[in-house]
């Protein structure tokens, strides 16, 4: 789904998705946007900010009550995302106008092979996973300890959703760099153990002795039970 009240851009979005094989809706509007959005359940949405109706951060908030679309947000001015992301409306990605039409195919294409727990077509995993006082909601992409929401950055949901998706699953750094970030990413693996170390943190895994992320040793990480 195009939401762009820039038509020629909306166009021209849309011609290049078609191509890559997607069926493209366009909305012109914010308001129309989310009514649209509820009946055609879009799996992407690339959403200007600045539309009349509604604006993009308030068809984003909108969006994500009903859902779980990969968002790309088009802004005016670079310095625009550091706002957006402070306000963690919940996009997935941003692209400051202008840009390459080709480059916004490869992000999304790179989006797509991320794992999407809780899309609208796999009903199972997107089911609230419970781990002792620890509840995972894959579809609000929300964690709880012990009734308190965690504030999780977009890669550590990411890593805790897979891990909790097969808890009895002992998954190898590669293996998480696969369905984490994407499998022709290049870098230093243990980067998965330094986003884990600051998962471990946020769910208190120092002060009160529980772990819900276990080391598997010479293989990587399982999901525990919290004990
Ligand atoms: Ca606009």
Sequence with gaps: MVVEDETSLATLLGNYLERDGFDVTVANDGLKAVEIARVVDPD???????LPGLDGIEVCRQLRTFSNAYVVMLTARSDEIDTLIGLSVGADD????????RELMARIQVMLRRPRNGAPN????????TFGPLTIDPLGR???????AVPLTRTEFDLLAVLSERPSMAFSRQQLI????????VGDPHLVDVHIGHLRRKLGSDADH??????VRGVGYRMGTGE
């Design 44 to 50: 992407i949405v690339i959403l200007d900010l600045g």
């Design 210 to 215: 529980t772990e819900f992320i276990r080391t």
């Design 94 to 101: 941003y692209m400051t106008k202008p840009f390459s039409p």
């Design 178 to 185: 696969e369905a984490v970030w994407d499998s022709n990413w």
């Design 122 to 129: 796999t009903i199972d995993t997107a089911q609230a996973r």
């Design 142 to 148: 929300d964690v709880w300890l012990a009734g308190e």
